[in-house]
């Protein structure tokens, strides 16, 4: 069994170790030891924090392996992108543009700096360490810090947004960034991240970024279409959240130029599917009910921890039915709630 928490002092050498494997330029994962130890200490800070809106918390969860202990994947939610600061994206545009003397009109795609997002939830930082292999545990994992979300709305936005890694070759340089931030930051795409530190809301980003528009048909034919387009490593964070509910829009990524999905909250499964159920104990094996697959979290924002499991359907009703060990992993006690949502 696997089961998402928040993540832990203790977890810091786990995290290092884990993150070592994650492909260079990929913006929304601390590296380095420091980098991860302040990661740490935010969230712990943030979730013991008293909030009333949502302002700079961001929220680390791990996702265990019950069995062994090894935290094998981690993912991140921000109570609110651009904190300290404005979060910066390229808003794809369509300029027209007219001549009257020569009777001519026609449209040209253009991308603008622009800080729309700022203030939206962002999820960011979801990696595991087996990805081709990964089962429920992978939707588990996206899933819990929405779950939080529901258990916690005062701590986030009405809507939220994910950046997605854009395309980079085997060396890790980006097609969309030699064609445009190279330009302006004189310096190579992961140089830039490393300086940036994944962050898309310093102020050297609106000091050399462009503040005109940057007409796409005069990028190279690689950058073109790099644009909006998934690294391979985030195909399965894609598949998640599209499922989820989430959608590319008008925006994209202004290093990589990778999408950036948005969804109101109202339109994600976890929100409009989930349901608040009380716990009762059931032993393992004696159903003879339809057993369905859940999403389960526990209602308790401070002790947070979910699970998948397969019980008796809680889809009416008040109640669901929970195995001792699921039980544990969730660590309540019959006549608790918990909030579940079908897989």
């Known amino acids: 069994m696997f089961v998402v928490r928040p993540v832990e002092l203790t977890d810091i050498d786990a995290l290092e170790t884990l993150l070592a494997g994650a492909t260079r330029g990929v913006h929304t994962l601390p590296r380095t030891r420091e980098k991860i130890a302040v990661a740490v200490e935010r969230s712990i800070a943030s979730f013991a924090a008293h909030v009333d809106i949502p302002s700079e918390e961001s929220y680390v969860f791990v996702l265990e ?4 202990g090894a935290i094998v994947g981690t993912a991140a939610i921000f109570a609110s992108a651009g904190s300290n600061g404005t979060y910066f994206s ?18 040209v795609h253009a991308l603008t700096l622009c800080s729309e997002l700022t203030a ?10 087996d990805r081709a292999h990964a089962g429920l545990e992978a939707g588990l994992l996206s899933r819990a810090r929405l779950l939080f979300a529901v258990l916690a709305p ?3 936005g009405d809507r939220f947004f994910v950046p997605l890694a854009g395309v980079t070759d085997a060396n890790g340089q980006s097609p969309f960034w ?3 931030g190279r330009k302006f930051f004189k310096m190579d795409f992961l140089d830039a991240e490393k300086v940036i530190g994944g962050a898309r809301n310093r102020t050297l980003i609106v000091e050399l970024m462009p503040h005109y528009p940057v007409y796409v048909p005069l990028l190279p034919g690689d950058a073109q279409a790099a644009m909006g387009q998934i690294h391979a490593d985030g195909e399965l964070a894609f598949s998640l959240l599209t499922e989820e509910g989430f959608e590319a829009d008008d925006y994209v990524d202004i290093f990589d130029g990778g999408p950036i999905l948005q969804a109101h909250k109202n339109s994600l499964r976890s929100f409009s599917g989930s349901m608040l159920r009380r716990v009762l104990h059931a032993e393992p094996g004696n159903s003879s009910d339809l057993m369905v697959t859940y999403a389960i979290a526990a209602s308790c924002e401070e002790n947070f921890r979910a699970v ?8 009416s009703g008040e109640t669901v039915s929970l195995t ?3 039980q544990d992993a969730l660590m309540v006690v019959p006549g608790e709630n918990v909030i579940c949502v079908r897989i």
């Open 120 to 129: 939206y939830s962002q999820l960011s930082g979801f990696y595991l360490n």
């Open 90 to 107: 390229f808003r794809n545009d369509v300029i027209q543009q007219v001549s009257r003397d020569l009777n001519i009109s026609h449209s």
């Open 65 to 68: 392996q019950q069995s062994s």
């Open 154 to 156: 005062h701590r986030f």
């Open 178 to 180: 030699e064609a445009l």
């Open 324 to 326: 001792q060990e699921v």
């Open 308 to 315: 998948t499991a397969s019980c008796p359907t809680a889809d």
